[in-house]
């Protein structure tokens, strides 16, 4: 009888603090082996899941809707298997990454991702913004689509405003699970802490490395070599070509200075994260951005006579398959039960 007496008393002592909402968090579970422990699951966490769904759904809409209109000539991102090969790479990636947090299985992975996806969409955005909205308003040769056009005259498509769509809902993905993150319980051993320092080193020198990629554009129009018929002289030819990230104006302007900064930050960011698979998830943000661009300027070069693949679209491609190794590492990094 005191025995049930002592518990029918705790038991209240436990009601009280729960109505009081001073109840203290149950202790974190105890770490066994190299064994992943997930505790606490908020409910943000299939939020951002969904959302990153959702973006990627809205993202493959995109990619074959018709992009842009400039002047009289009807883009679009696909129009074969490359291309549909290359526009789908980021949505299929949402898709998959989005469905592990909706399922709600290693979550700090799908919130590392999407954190990192959105800080570099953030960029992204406002050079869409200013491709439909304001690319006349100082009109330039670009590359839209696989074409080198002037953009004299810009109507905008659904695809373009599906793609809007759907990188503003990767940014709200992002500041949903940033939110989710502190409420999260993920844990392991420590498995990537004897190389975590290696891998952040390596992952400063691509982000510098990409950042110097990205000031030059992709693919350009080569320079031609003319002959002087008087003289026999021979003199090159530079025509004017795509616009570099960073000699765009406005919005075009502000959109690749946060895009470079935020690769940089990312690069920096995500292997000090924890645990492991949170790392794997923000190197593989950054991947996926890099190896797209450096894919788009291949199908670019490629789908047109009038451009040839540059060097820095070339760095951007083997960066962005560097960029995968070192995902691959953290990936397969392991420490032996104890």
């Known amino acids: 009888?005191?025995?049930?007496?002592?518990?029918?008393?705790?038991?209240?002592?436990?009601?009280?603090?729960?109505?009081?909402?001073?109840?203290?968090?149950?202790?974190?579970?105890?770490?066994?082996?190299?064994?992943?422990?997930?505790?606490?699951?908020?409910?943000?966490?299939?939020?951002?899941?969904?959302?990153?769904?959702?973006?990627?759904?809205?993202?493959?809409?995109?990619?074959?809707?018709?992009?842009?209109?400039?002047?009289?000539?009807?883009?679009?991102?696909?129009?074969?298997?490359?291309?549909?090969?290359?526009?789908?790479?980021?949505?299929?990636?949402?898709?998959?990454?989005?469905?592990?947090?909706?399922?709600?299985?290693?979550?700090?992975?799908?919130?590392?991702?999407?954190?990192?996806?959105?800080?570099?969409?953030?960029?992204?955005?406002?050079?869409?913004?200013?491709?439909?909205?304001?690319?006349?308003?100082?009109?330039?040769?670009?590359?839209?689509?696989?074409?080198?056009?002037?953009?004299?005259?810009?109507?905008?498509?659904?695809?373009?405003?599906?793609?809007?769509?759907?990188?503003?809902?990767?940014?709200?993905?992002?500041?949903?699970?940033?939110?989710?993150?502190?409420?999260?319980?993920?844990e392991d051993r420590g498995p990537l802490d004897a190389v975590r320092s290696l891998l952040a080193g390596a992952a400063v020198l691509l982000g510098v490395a990409t950042a110097v990629c990205l000031t030059v554009p992709t693919a350009d129009v080569p320079d031609q070599l003319r002959t002087d018929p008087a003289t026999g002289f021979e003199s090159v030819v530079t025509q004017e070509g795509p616009q570099a990230l960073l000699e765009r104006p406005g919005l075009a302007l502000l959109g690749g200075l946060l895009l470079t900064g935020a690769l940089l930050l990312c690069s920096v960011v995500a292997p000090s994260l924890r645990p492991r698979l949170a790392v794997v998830g923000g190197l593989l943000a950054v991947a996926v951005a890099v190896l797209a661009a450096g894919l788009v300027g291949l199908q670019d070069a490629a789908s047109s006579e009038e451009l040839e693949w540059t060097v820095p679209g070339m760095g951007l491609l083997a960066l962005g398959l560097a960029f995968l190794a070192l995902t691959a590492v953290a990936w397969r990094a392991r420490r032996s039960a104890v």
């Not at 109840?23 to 579970?29: G, L, R, S, V």
């Open 1 to 186: 009888m005191p025995a049930r007496d002592a518990r029918t008393g705790t038991d209240r002592t436990r009601a009280t603090a729960r109505r009081n909402g001073v109840e203290k968090e149950p202790p974190a579970p105890v770490l066994t082996g190299d064994r992943l422990v997930v505790g606490t699951v908020p409910p943000l966490v299939p939020g951002t899941g969904v959302l990153l769904v959702l973006a990627g759904l809205v993202g493959i809409a995109a990619a074959f809707a018709p992009y842009l209109t400039v002047d009289g000539q009807q883009l679009r991102q696909v129009d074969g298997v490359g291309s549909a090969l290359v526009a789908l790479l980021v949505p299929g990636v949402q898709l998959a990454v989005g469905a592990t947090l909706i399922r709600r299985a290693v979550p700090k992975f799908g919130l590392a991702y999407a954190a990192v996806a959105a800080a570099l969409a953030v960029g992204q955005l406002l050079i869409e913004i200013y491709r439909g909205r304001s690319s006349t308003s100082r009109p330039g040769v670009e590359v839209l689509a696989g074409e080198v056009v002037l953009t004299s005259g810009i109507e905008v498509g659904a695809g373009w405003v599906l793609g809007l769509g759907a990188l503003a809902l990767t940014v709200v993905a992002g500041l949903v699970g940033t939110v989710a993150w502190g409420r999260t319980v993920m």
